[in-house]
């Protein structure tokens, strides 16, 4: 699999806002499936939130249901995940990839079907 470039990650305090960024200037985004995940120490790899290649359909994972928001725009070639009201448990570090699939039920085994992944980007949520 192709590695695409996550940004965006800080510090930020509990109830704050972060909005991440994933790209790549290997390859066009266009026609795949893109999902994000993340991973705290200690902890496996879940998958967060995925979104269809017309940007038109999004599904997330429980844990970020209702506070992240996941997007696309194909001519800048770029997927971003809008973070709201961040808690303490979502410190982690986080990471886009493209995906085969897009269902809500199996968004946090997202993961497993991913080969090739990025260098991630450290969100810490701390007071």
């Known amino acids: 699999q192709l590695q695409l470039v996550e940004s965006g990650g800080g510090l930020v305090q509990p109830g704050g806002s972060l909005r991440l960024s994933c790209t790549t200037s290997?390859?066009?985004?266009?026609?795949?499936?893109v999902g994000w995940f993340r991973q705290a120490p200690g902890k496996e790899r879940e998958g967060l939130s995925c979104i269809n290649r017309a940007g038109d359909i999004a599904r997330y994972a429980d844990a970020v249901k209702g506070r992240f928001s996941i997007s696309r725009d194909n001519a800048k070639n770029m997927v971003s995940l809008q973070m709201n009201s961040l808690k303490p448990e979502d410190t982690a570090v986080y990471y886009c990839?493209?995906?085969?699939?897009?269902?809500?039920?199996?968004?946090?085994?997202?993961?497993?079907?991913?080969?090739?992944w990025g260098q991630g980007t450290q969100v810490t949520v701390s007071s």
């Open positions: 290997a390859f066009t985004l266009k026609n795949s499936i």
């Open positions: 990839a493209t995906v085969s699939i897009c269902r809500e039920d199996m968004i946090l085994n997202m993961a497993r079907g991913v080969i090739s």
